[in-house]
């Protein structure tokens, strides 16, 4: 068979359904093959879109997501998609195609040396040189996207092979097995840890989501009577509404979070990587805090200046071990739990503000309502002030249900990946939360969204500027407004109908919850612009320069 067959003929194996891509010169031999192939493919309108789509796939579904773009161009496109799902372990495969093997090195027409490109950015790198390696290629990429730490897969294939016959046989070898490292020795010690402690909490990032640990995470805090907090990553992993749920920690993140965080003498930490918005100066807990961090990367280890005992494993499997050892054992921390009680019940804001400008606390609480009640719904965010918002405040009761781009922070990550969250789950109602300055970086795909029948529903929070940049202008930079006013916003309702989706405009508080009901039931792409006021900032707000102290905003305390 042909290689172009071949490569298809892999994932057919692998159980993959549906590939995001768009065409060009060399990767036509492909095209031709998908016409045949049991594979639907998604023609975006720009290639660093499919990898969006791709991402969103994958952390709706679980399942690695594949891209597909030519030569050159299509493949330099795909590179802040490919670095976006990197940062975040999302398990991917992405497809290039490279001039022929004759050609490389020669300047040729849309060459790129992609495979040197893509090694930063990516788990694993391949360029297939020899077409009869092709198959153990595509098997070995599809394991290591997904073993241990999950990541993108690159792999890079010139025209000529593409183009030539490679031997059916080699269809039927087998992936090369891999030993993922483990060290349980700190099970014990973890335990004992946790059972003289007094201040414990469990801190469950992007992880705990990844590896399906979310009932296990759930289980141990319910039996040690364990506050949770989260990085952005990681929420979902307890529901919203449960007792134990302290919700965000981050640079926007709850002030309950922050101060259980910052008084804690012990941290359970499954499956997060202590980044720079999560443990800082300003957060960091007593110097004698104590960390129990579960990882299947050992390179995320010791990242703060406390005593520690790591246990490298899957998020899953370590945590059930600590179970096991913890069995028997309950403390209700009953001072600890009461100040968490107080510090829960403080943070309570009331944002059920009928203002006008509209405040964009209003829309979530009137997305809140939308979706309450309902395990129907995927939200997906953007990049921005829009982004800390759904985090802040949104309800959100179950793995999978935000998506969301951390490590990288990536505007324009909102709608694409939106489509891609619906293409995994249909029959889900899909809704990106998004600014008019990320939704300018890709509106193109509300037609990809229209002619692919993947409708979403899409809330525009419209305040006229880049609005996080213009936040930290205007509390660091003594209002010095430097090129953060979007001059010349489009008409979004027009563009939107132009796409042939659906558009409506919202300027009054009171019209919200109708808009935003009707976005997510009228069954088609629909778009609802939502004027919000431009003064209204994302609090509270760590400053990333520590003699800056807390800017608490609304909050009480």
Avoid at 130 to 155: F, K, N, S, Y
Avoid at 327 to 335: I, R
Avoid at 385 to 394: E, I, K
Avoid at 529 to 544: F, R
Wanted: hydrophobic letters at 40%.
């Amino acid at each position: 068979m042909k290689g172009s067959r071949a490569l298809l003929k892999t994932l057919e194996d692998k159980g993959v359904e549906l590939m995001f891509g768009y065409p060009g010169g060399v990767v036509i031999p492909i095209y031709d093959e998908i016409i045949e192939s049991s594979i639907r493919h998604v023609l975006v309108r720009h290639e660093q879109c499919a990898a969006h789509m791709a991402d969103g796939f994958a952390r709706a579904s679980g399942m690695p997501g594949v891209c597909l773009a030519t030569s050159g161009p299509g493949a330099t496109n795909l590179v802040t998609g490919i670095a976006t799902a990197y940062a975040d372990s999302i398990p991917m495969i992405a497809l290039t195609g490279q001039v022929g093997t004759g050609s490389l090195g020669l300047g040729a027409f849309q060459e790129v040396d992609a495979y040197s490109l893509m090694m930063p950015i990516t788990k694993h790198n391949f360029r297939v040189l020899e077409l009869d390696t092709l198959p153990a290629v595509m098997r070995d990429a599809w394991e290591i996207c997904q073993v241990g730490r999950p990541g993108p897969v690159h792999i890079d294939i010139p025209v000529d092979q593409i183009n030539a016959d490679i031997d059916a046989d080699l269809m039927d070898g087998k992936c090369i097995s891999r030993r993922i490292p483990e060290d349980l020795s700190g099970v014990p010690e973890a335990a004992k840890w946790i059972k003289e402690a007094r201040r414990p909490v469990i801190l469950a990032g992007g992880g705990a989501i990844g590896a399906n640990a979310a009932d296990e995470v759930v289980k141990l805090a319910e039996t040690c009577n364990i506050p949770v907090i989260m990085p952005l990553l990681g929420i979902g992993v307890i529901p919203s509404h449960h007792p134990l749920c302290m919700g965000s920690l981050g640079m926007h993140g709850k002030m309950c979070s922050l101060n259980a965080f910052r008084n804690a003498d012990l941290i359970i930490a499954i499956g997060c990587k202590f980044s720079d918005r999560t443990y800082s100066p300003q957060t960091s807990p007593p110097a004698d805090c104590r960390v129990v961090h579960i990882d299947i990367d050992q390179t995320e280890f010791d990242k703060h200046n406390h005593p520690a005992v790591n246990i490298l494993s899957d998020a899953k499997k370590g945590t059930r071990l600590l179970l096991d050892a913890l069995a028997g054992y309950h403390d209700g921390h009953p001072e600890w739990n009461g100040n968490i009680r107080k510090l829960k019940a403080q943070c309570k804001c009331d944002y059920n503000y009928d203002t006008n400008p509209i405040i964009p606390q209003k829309v979530m609480f009137e997305l809140n309502r939308v979706m309450r009640g309902s395990d129907d719904f995927i939200v997906t965010t953007d990049v921005g002030q829009n982004q800390m918002w759904a985090m802040h405040y949104l309800e959100i009761d179950r793995p999978r249900q935000l998506i969301s781009s951390g490590g990288f922070g990536t505007m324009g990550f909102g709608l694409p990946s939106a489509i891609g969250a619906k293409a995994a789950c249909p029959d889900k109602k899909v809704i990106t939360v998004t600014g008019d300055g990320g939704l300018q970086m890709v509106m193109q795909e509300i037609a990809t969204s229209v002619a692919e029948n993947l409708p979403v529903a899409i809330c525009l929070l419209n305040n006229g500027w880049l609005g996080m940049v213009r936040q930290w202008q205007k509390l660091f930079w003594d209002k010095r407004y430097s090129e953060t006013k979007l001059g010349a916003d489009p008409d979004f309702v027009k563009i939107a109908e132009a796409f042939g989706a659906k558009g409506m405009r919202v300027e009054k508080p009171g019209e919200v919850y109708d808009a935003l009901k009707e976005a997510t039931e009228c069954g088609k792409t629909c778009l609802v612009e939502i004027m919000v006021d431009c003064e209204e900032d994302i609090t509270p707000m760590i400053p990333a320069n520590p003699s800056i102290p807390l800017i608490k905003g609304r909050c009480k305390f």
